[in-house]
């Protein structure tokens, strides 16, 4: 049996971060990884999502561009070439991990799907082998129901939908998250009819209330929102699958029909595959793996990190921990993972950014101050003629702490860096009001919202 200093299982993100620290410490590593390096983000998350979102919002702006008095139109939209472009960025990444992993002296990779047969050992392929340290980073997969037809549909997923050779006239998303929402914007600027079902009343409901509200009237205007809606069965006719929904609270039925069922009902744990009992290892009740905030498990020699922990799930905040689980676990000194300030951005068009708590959510127990600003309250907002989005502040009273901000409109994801830096190092508000900002920028908005507290 050959033994190593460390193993990590899952090589997408996160689980490589931790092997190339190990190895640049000089330790023998054994990585595992049943499917391609670079896991989800790179083969079919983050990367090609966002390569065809940017797609959409140029689209999308194009067709503003009458607001600015400008007459345009597209002509055509190669579909397939979108998509081819989109899987060369996945390969060119795809391949490049797989170099870097090939270069990487001391580092075995092993492309295979491993489980614990005891807590030092993992069994791959049928040989064993063992890690003094060992990194769990399996990750996640499409959760998909036990909805009665659906086997016999071929329904798409975040996985299979980046192998579409033709746009479908229409399609139906079993689920309302942010994959269903961003892969929405997209299909639905490329012209195709676009319907969502989702459980919950509130799009986002884990967000901040204005922003869902004004996400959900402008969705509205492009796709069909079934909200407060359970799926039913799933049938295949000559005319594409039809679903049966019902809705929640009336027990009302209906069947929906589109040429195209994508199911993006959530996340579920990769965790089932490893047999973790043979290691003793705890989950949760959704099979997430438990861990402490120092991202330890119950044992001592092994840590969980990236979405197999279940918490913030996100390559961001997935690369933070893989930096903190390795520090904790060749230190004395631990550092505890702050959730608090993990950041995440909703791509659609209006784009979305969020960070800490909501205003439901800070109220309870606190005194706080709120603060709102619209984009159009700055220059540049008014120069893009940006009417509805906005942010919103969340600062504790006395103290002046940042609790949360929330924006929703063009470059969200950018805009709210600069108060996630802030949250980071503990700053509060002066540590945004006091900084010199470009005028005139839409960066304005941020200073802006902080100088509206009441
Ligand atoms: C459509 C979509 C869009 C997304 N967009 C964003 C975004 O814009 N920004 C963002 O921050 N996040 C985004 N995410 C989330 C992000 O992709 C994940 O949080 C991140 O990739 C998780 O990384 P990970 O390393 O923890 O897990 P993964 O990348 O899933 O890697 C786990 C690896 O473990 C392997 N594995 C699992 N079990 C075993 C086993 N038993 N043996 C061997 N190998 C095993 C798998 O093959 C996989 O390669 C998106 C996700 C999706 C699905």
Avoid at 68 to 82: H, L, M, Q
Wanted: charged share 25%.
């Amino acid at each position: 049996m050959k033994t190593y200093d460390v193993i990590v299982v899952g090589a997408g993100d996160v689980g490589l971060a931790i092997a190339f620290k190990a190895v640049s410490k000089g330790l023998k590593v054994a990585l595992v990884d049943k499917g391609h390096p670079g896991g989800t983000c790179v083969n079919s998350g983050c990367v090609p999502s966002k390569m065809l979102i940017y797609t959409a919002d140029r689209i999308i702006e194009t067709r503003e561009n009458i607001k600015f008095s400008i007459r345009s139109g597209i002509i055509d939209v190669n579909f397939r070439a979108v998509l081819e472009r989109m899987r060369s960025v996945v390969t060119r990444g795809r391949n490049s991990i797989k170099k870097a992993i090939e270069e990487s002296e001391n580092l075995h990779f092993i492309s295979k799907e491993g489980h614990f047969s005891d807590e030092h050992t993992l069994e791959v392929a049928g040989d064993k082998i063992r890690g003094n340290k060992i990194f769990i980073a399996t990750g996640a997969r499409p959760s998909i129901p036990p909805l009665k037809g659906l086997d016999k549909v071929p329904y798409l997923t975040n996985e299979s939908v980046l192998g579409l050779k033709k746009k479908p006239e229409s399609i139906i998303f079993i689920g309302g998250g942010y994959i269903a929402l961003e892969y929405a914007h997209f299909f639905s600027a490329l012209g195709v009819k676009v319907t969502i079902i989702d459980r919950n009343l509130t799009l986002l409901p884990f967000g901040e209330r204005e922003i869902s509200e004004l996400l959900k009237k402008k969705l509205e205007t492009r796709i069909e929102l079934h909200m407060g809606v359970e799926a039913i069965s799933v049938r295949s006719t000559v005319n594409g699958p039809r679903v049966l929904i019902r809705n929640i609270s009336t027990g009302g039925e209906k069947e929906i029909s589109a040429k195209a069922v994508m199911v993006s009902a959530g996340r579920k744990s990769n965790a089932d595959l490893l047999k973790l009992e043979h290691a003793g290892i705890k989950t949760d009740k959704a099979n997430f793996i438990k861990v402490d905030e120092c991202l330890r498990t119950n044992k001592k020699h092994i840590w969980a990190l990236g979405d197999a922990i279940g918490r913030a799930m996100f390559t961001h905040a997935g690369d933070k921990e893989a930096e903190l689980a390795w520090y904790n676990a060749t230190h004395r000194r631990k550092i505890r993972m702050n959730f608090q300030s993990v950041p995440y951005a909703v791509y659609t068009s209006p784009q979305i950014a969020s960070v800490g708590l909501t205003e439901q959510q800070a109220r309870q127990g606190r005194n706080i101050l709120v603060g709102r600003a619209l984009y159009s309250d700055t220059v540049m907002g008014e120069a893009m003629m940006e009417r509805e989005g906005f942010a919103k502040a969340i600062v504790e009273k006395g103290t002046g702490r940042i609790l949360g901000f929330h924006i929703i409109g063009p470059n969200a994801a950018i805009l709210i860096q600069e108060v996630v830096n802030a949250m980071l190092n503990k700053g509060d508000l002066k540590s945004i009001t006091q900084c010199i900002h470009i005028f005139p920028a839409l960066s304005n908005i941020v200073p802006e919202t902080f100088s509206n507290l009441q």
